[in-house]
C-alpha cells in the first residue's frame, strides 16, 4: 500500500494505493465466485441423485391373494433395491386410495402414481381400451407364446401406450392375470341357460355374454363373493387363483370350460407426472422392474392353473 505524510505531518492513501486496494477486492471476489460455482457444479449432481422420490401403487387385488405376493411386492422390493433405495413405493389394496373406475383420473391428478389397472374399465374413453390385452375377445389367442407375440411384439402395447400418454398416463405393458374361466352357482347345460343369467364380466366378454343373453355385471373381485351369495349374481368370469382365493367355490361349485380368454390380460400404469419427474436411471430401472413384474405374474399364475387341475379340482 502506498503510504505517505501530507504538509500537516499526516499519514494519506495515495491514488496508486487506493487503486491497488480495489484490485485486491476484484480479484478476491473473483475468486469467492469461482469456489462458490465450483461448489455447485461438485454438488449439484449429487443432491440429485440423493433426492428420495415416493410413490404410491394402488393394487386392484385384495391382500395375501397371488397377485399381490408373487408380482406386485416383489415389483416393489426390486424397484427400492435397485434404485439403491431413492424411489420407495407404498402399497395400498384394492379400493383403498380410489375406487377401482377412479383410478384413470387418479393417476392423471397424481393422487396414486402407480396401479395395476386395465383400460377396459375406461374403453368408452379410450378409444384404444377396445384392442387392449383386458378387452380381448373370446379365443383371440390360446397361449402364453401368443399373447406375448400379440401385445409386446406386434404393436398393440406400443399404441395402447400412446392412447394413455395423450390422458397423462404412462403405460408400462400389458401382462396376464390367468386363464379366464366361466363359474356358476348352477348347472349350464345349454345356451338357454344362459338367458338371464347375472354373470360379473368386464369388457368384450360382457358383449359376449350379452349375446346369448345373458346379464353381465361390472363388479370389482373383492364384491363377487357377497353378490353371489345373495343373489345379485348367479356366477362369475374369472381366473382361477381368484375363485380359490375369494373363495367362490363355497357359492360357485360349477366350472364351464375351455377357457374363454387364454390369457386375461391387465396393465400397469404410472402417472405421467411423477413419470417425468424422475431422473433417466430411475426410469430405466421402473421400466426393467415392470418388464420383470410381467413375466413374475405370468409364471405365478401358469403354475396356479396346474396345481387346480392337478390337485384341488380332484380334491373338491
Known sequence: MDIRKNRHGKAIQTRKGMLS????????????????????????????????FNWKFQSHHTPGSLAVEKAIKPFIERVEKMSGGRLKISLHYAGELVEYTGVDEALQANMIQISNTSSLFFRGAIPMGWVSAPNMPPFITRTNDEFNELFHHRGI????????????????????????????????????????????????????????????????HPETYM???????????????LY????????????????????QGMELWASKTAW???????????ETAAHAFNTDYMDAVTIEEREMFNKSFPEW
Open 157 to 220: 402395447d406400443r399404441l395402447v401406450g400412446e392412447a394413455l400418454e395423450a390422458r397423462g398416463i404412462k403405460f408400462l405393458g400389458s401382462h396376464s392375470v390367468g386363464n379366464t374361466y366361466f363359474w356358476s352357482k348352477k348347472p349350464i347345460k345349454n345356451l338357454e341357460d344362459l338367458k338371464g343369467f347375472k354373470i360379473r364380466f368386464f369388457g368384450s366378454m360382457s358383449d359376449t355374454m350379452e349375446h346369448f343373453g345373458a346379464a353381465p355385471v361390472m363388479l370389482p
Open 21 to 52: 486496494v480495489k484490485h485486491r477486492k476484484l480479484v478476491l471476489l473473483g475468486m469467492a465466485v469461482l469456489i462458490t460455482l465450483s461448489l455447485l457444479a461438485i454438488s449439484g449432481p449429487s443432491v440429485a441423485a440423493d433426492k428420495v
Open 276 to 286: 417425468d419427474q424422475l431422473p433417466e436411471d430411475l426410469q430405466a430401472i421402473v
Open 227 to 241: 353378490a353371489i351369495a345373495t343373489g345379485t349374481l348367479d356366477g362369475s368370469g374369472t381366473a382361477w387363483w
Open 244 to 263: 380359490r382365493d375369494l373363495k367362490l367355490y363355497e357359492v360357485c361349485p360349477y366350472f364351464i370350460g375351455p377357457a374363454m380368454q387364454v390369457p
